[in-house]
């Protein structure tokens, strides 16, 4: 026969104690002070085990209290909770991050003008600092209006 461990023990302990008539069989095999005794020992071991339980809960509840004010504060001063582990140096790119944009701009010519001093036609989106070329026919007394590409596109038709 071979010798079992104590988990082994427990979990046949548990098998039996757990239905209602195993549990009845056993406490009629048993003397009646005897089981008040042993009623008495559960019963300390089930409060202690009762207030460990109450104060575990309590112990992540306040831990719980603090992680939700650590996440308002992190919404507070704009980071994203999600990321906040990961160091802006290991994003790379992935962060929120400004780029440069290209030179040439996304946005349609707004504005077309030969320039005074290469005579070639250039365009001017309409954002940002004027062109020197636009801006000299400006200076002539020429109005900005006349330049609206599609002005120019509605007398052509």
């Known amino acids: 026969m071979s010798e079992l461990t104590r988990e082994e023990e427990y979990k046949i302990v548990s098998t039996h104690l757990t239905g209602m008539t195993n549990l009845r069989r056993f406490t ?20 202690e085990r009762r207030e460990e339980e109450e104060l575990r809960k309590r112990e992540l509840q306040e831990i719980e209290e603090k992680r939700l004010k650590a996440l308002d ?28 944009k290209n030179k040439k701009s996304d946005l349609p010519p707004k504005y077309a003008f030969i320039n005074p001093e290469t005579q070639k ?4 989106v309409g954002v940002g600092r004027i062109k ?12 900005i209006d006349e330049f609206l590409i599609n002005k120019n596109a509605n007398e052509q038709n």
Not at 28 to 47: Q, V
Not at 121 to 124: K, L
């Open 121 to 124: 036609e250039e365009t001017w």
């Open 28 to 47: 009629n095999s048993k003397d009646f002070e005897w089981l008040e005794e042993l009623n008495n020992k559960l019963a300390a071991l089930i409060d």
């Open 73 to 100: 504060y992190l919404k507070d001063l704009g980071l994203d909770p999600n990321t906040i582990t990961i160091s802006v140096f290991e994003q790379g790119n992935t962060g929120k991050r400004k780029t440069k």
């Open 132 to 143: 020197k070329g636009l801006q000299q026919l400006l200076d002539e007394g020429h109005s």
